[in-house]
């Protein structure tokens, strides 16, 4: 078990920038981003940073007011985000792989006047601009520059996104404190450090991506990517001898059955999303001989909130195949507590520590799942406190997916909940009453019609034609009754 006292907690950790910590880890000369035939060293890294640091400063931004990015993984999109935290002006990555109307929803959010954009994304960042008002700027080939990065404790770092419980996107500003916190924790807990090669393969903008690269960067690990995860980019990685990445459950069965996960130099796999099966740890610790692993609960406004460690996987393997279905034991300087147990002593999870970002006065994190504690300190958790469907670790929100599905002419309500799914934890069903009952709309028409608005992971997978949507007596969809139906 990894022990809290394994991270090295400084003596005022408030004290602390995340800008700081990098600019120790890499004034070096060894390499820190390897992205395809681009190898830049620690202190390259940090020179580009700079040259990003001056040209953010060029566009007359506000200080301290995060700057919506259409960027993926990259070494340049890497110096962005360092010059940006250590400028005053912090970086807010969106998703590239999103429609226009759902960017737009997140920039209008933000007070900056200017979106950056990668120019292989300059098509989309010219819709959302005219969407949103704003002034778009391509960003350029940063040159190496001698500007000095710095950061007070409690300037912001960066901000990434999630969405509410109404579906409405809602900015997670990170203060450099916490941020660093964040990385001294996770980076303890998965082991990085400068002889590491952390391989991204989620979305740039995902707390698993950003989120997780900041965190290879605070440890002073070497950083590649790949844009999206597929088995030929997990080839990439391997090729490139990545020792570190984080996963859902369901890509390390993809990869084992095409038998594709080992041998390669993987370390550390990290997950989450999903609870992993026990055929699946099997399968892996036979690929992968010596690796380990940790499933990390936590969400964009803070993670991880407990930890389900490597010497938990194993006794799992070795007859306690329960410890699965649990997220671990509090992840080390976190405080947990369920708030408002019922008698089977299930109520909202709340955690404190410092590496977590949106809490309340008390410096509680509202974690919005239902869980409860057993006595020997696992969390296993029972469900949503809304009604947000966990897809593979994309958190899909039905009111979003029924607004949209609405505007279609054959369509004359609609509900939308998650199922279960084997291999994603949940997938998306949707329950449509038709305009004209005698004549439903086909619902591969309905997938490229709600495709044309939604990210692919929101379309429903299900489509289910009724003559009524079951409700009670206020007009409240009950959607027990329509997950029942669905199962």
């Not at 019609?449 to 299900?462: D, H, I």
Request: glycine fraction near 12%.
């Amino acid at each position: 078990m990894i022990e809290p006292e394994r991270v090295r907690t400084p003596a005022d950790p408030r004290a602390v920038t995340w800008t700081a910590m990098v600019g120790a880890a890499y004034d070096h000369g060894r390499p820190a981003a390897v992205y395809g035939e681009v190898a830049w060293s620690g202190r390259e890294l940090l020179g580009r940073a700079g040259g990003a640091a001056d040209w953010l400063d060029s566009l007359g931004l506000p200080e301290g007011e995060a700057v919506p990015a259409l960027v993926t993984s990259s070494p340049e999109a890497l110096a962005l985000v360092v010059g940006g935290a250590g400028s005053g002006h912090p970086i807010a990555p969106l998703g590239v792989r999103m429609t226009g109307r759902e960017v737009a929803a997140v920039v209008e959010g933000l007070a900056a006047p200017v979106l950056l954009v990668q120019p292989q994304y300059a098509e989309l960042g010219r819709e959302v601009a005219e969407r949103t008002g704003r002034r778009l700027a391509t960003m350029p080939r940063f040159e190496a520059g001698e500007r000095a990065l710095s950061a007070a404790p409690e300037d912001i770092a960066i901000v990434l996104h999630t969405s509410g419980t109404t579906g409405a996107p809602k900015a997670v500003p990170m203060p450099q404190w916490r941020l660093a916190a964040r990385a001294r924790v996770n980076g303890a807990l998965c082991e990085l450090g400068p002889d590491s090669l952390y391989g991204g393969s989620s979305p740039f903008h995902h707390l698993s991506g950003l989120g997780n690269v900041v965190v290879a960067l605070g440890a002073g690990a070497c950083v590649t990517g790949i844009p999206r995860f597929t088995v030929d980019g997990w080839r990439l990685l391997c090729a490139r001898g990545a020792t570190h990445t984080s996963m859902v459950p369901s890509m390390l069965e993809m990869l084992l059955a095409a038998g594709e996960l080992g041998p390669a130099r993987w370390r550390v796999l990290q997950y989450g999303g999903a609870p992993i099966r026990p055929d699946t740890l099997r399968a892996t610790y036979a690929a992968v001989p010596g690796v380990r692993l940790l499933n990390m609960f936590g969400q964009t406004e803070g993670s991880p909130i407990s930890v389900l460690t490597p010497d938990d996987h194993r006794e799992a393997v070795a007859g306690r195949v329960e410890l699965l279905l649990s997220v671990g034991r509090a992840a080390p300087g976190a405080e947990l507590r369920v708030d408002r147990p019922g008698p089977d002593g299930v109520g909202e999870v709340l955690a404190r520590g410092d590496h977590l970002f949106r809490l309340d006065a008390e410096g509680w994190l509202h974690s919005g799942d239902l869980g409860r504690i057993a006595p020997d300190g696992h969390l296993y958790l029972s469900g949503r406190r809304s009604d947000m469907i966990i897809r593979g670790g994309e958190n899909v929100h039905p009111v979003e997916v029924e607004t949209v599905l609405a505007t279609h002419p054959g369509v004359a309500d609609v509900a939308v909940v998650g199922v279960p799914d084997d291999r994603l934890g949940q997938t998306v069903a949707a329950f449509v009453v038709p305009a004209d009952p005698a004549e439903p709309p086909v619902p591969d028409r309905l997938r490229t019609f709600a495709r044309a608005e939604l990210s692919g992971f929101k379309v429903p997978a299900y489509w289910h034609f009724v003559d009524e949507l079951p409700r009670n007596t206020n007009g409240k969809v009950l959607r027990r009754v329509l997950r029942e139906r669905a199962s």
